[in-house]
């Protein structure tokens, strides 16, 4: 039986950021041909299509992956961020309703980030297996 | 003149949440009387009336200061959270523009996290201010 203290350990944020980082990890230690993920068409873009070249393949979540690892590693929030037209628009969204409570706010962005990682943590790990799927090797 | 590196290290999150925990504790050790801050009206809330008891008053201001920076030592994400329902509605509001794509999600929450870290941390330290004019030191 789990003690209460054990459970909430689990949700963690440090712990949460370290899981993603050690799943990338052993990502890159694996795919050892990045290059054969080319042209794969992820599960996740089921209304995308294949033939389309802005259509994110197998390769392009690799990259992202990484990018956000070495984004998390660093824990720097760049101020030239290439997204940051798309968060001004978001946080313009939010301002009314999120303005005068800033603690709101921090549980808000505490919670996004802790579930973005558990994410993309999955999807590491997804994207691992679907490498040794590729090669013929037995995960 | 400062390095490139040094630049970017003021935006570590993690350097953000450390001067948000000073500050609190800052507070603290200043603040040894908290009730005198009771039914002292709060700057932020300009559209408050000070006679109605649901506007919140610097003393409130001090227990979520507080709370939120037991939060962030403790690195918890609380499933119970009473303010759950809110980010639930937020996130529904968030989900079409992000869904498909996790790395903005992930930017956004981390940018968002580091900005109202920086802003808890400005409000922690103006009320331990406003404490000391209260009991007539020069902070």
Known sequence: MQSAEA???KNSLMLVLRQYNLAVR??????????????????DELDCDAADES???????Y????AVRNTVENSL??????????????????EPLLDSDPEAL??????????????LTKKTQSLTGKYMDIIGETS
Chains 1, 2 share one sequence.
Not at 26 to 43: A, H
Not at 55 to 61: A, F, I, M, R, T
Not at 82 to 89: C, E, L, Q, S
Not at 107 to 113: A, I, T
Request: net charge neutral.
């Open 26 to 43: 052993d990502m890159e230690q694996t795919i050892l041909l990045p290059s054969l993920l080319r042209d794969v068409p992820s599960d």
């Open 7 to 9: 459970k909430l350990s």
């Open 106 to 119: 921090f549980r808000f962005h505490l919670r996004g980030l802790f579930s973005v990682m558990t994410d």
């Open 63 to 66: 990259l992202m992956l990484k």
């Open 55 to 61: 259509c994110p393949d197998l390769y392009d979540n």
């Open 77 to 94: 929030v760049s101020t030239d961020d290439h997204k940051a037209k798309k968060h001004a628009a978001l946080n313009k969204t939010l």
